[in-house]
């Protein structure tokens, strides 16, 4: 129905960058908001960021200040820019996309990408 399609992740050393990207697909009428997740191991999935389709963000404490969340309604992109990286960010970080409404007329979906790593290491 929807799909999510993350890519951008890799291998950085501390204090570099990455930029993530998000590519919704599908039968998509609209999406409410889209946001970035991450799961480090052993630790609860948590949110590091998210936009609106009005162009409200949110941001992890963590993360105010070293990363931009952007996004690009037509495209129905979302983006990730990580500066200052640092070893605490290593994770699978995860792509989301909520309140999607669907051409075939469904509304207030939630959906998931499969992840992309983002390993900080020197």
């Known amino acids: 129905q929807v799909q999510l399609v993350e890519s951008g992740g890799g291998l950085v050393q501390p204090g570099g960058s990455l930029r993530l990207s998000c590519g919704a697909s599908g039968s998509i009428s609209k999406i409410y908001a889209m946001g970035w997740y991450r799961q480090a191991p052993g630790k609860q999935r948590e949110l590091v960021a998210a936009?609106?389709?009005?162009?409200?963000?949110n941001y992890a404490d963590s993360v105010k200040g070293r990363f931009t969340i952007s996004r690009d309604n037509g495209l129905n992109t979302v983006y990730l820019q990580m500066n200052s990286l640092k070893p605490e960010d290593t994770a699978v970080y995860y792509c989301?996309?909520?309140?999607?409404?669907?051409?075939?007329?469904?509304?207030?979906?939630?959906?998931w990408g499969k992840g992309t790593l983002v390993t900080v290491s020197s």
């Open positions: 989301n996309a909520d309140g999607v409404f669907t051409t075939t007329g469904a509304g207030g979906l939630t959906f």
């Open positions: 936009i609106t389709s009005g162009g409200s963000t």
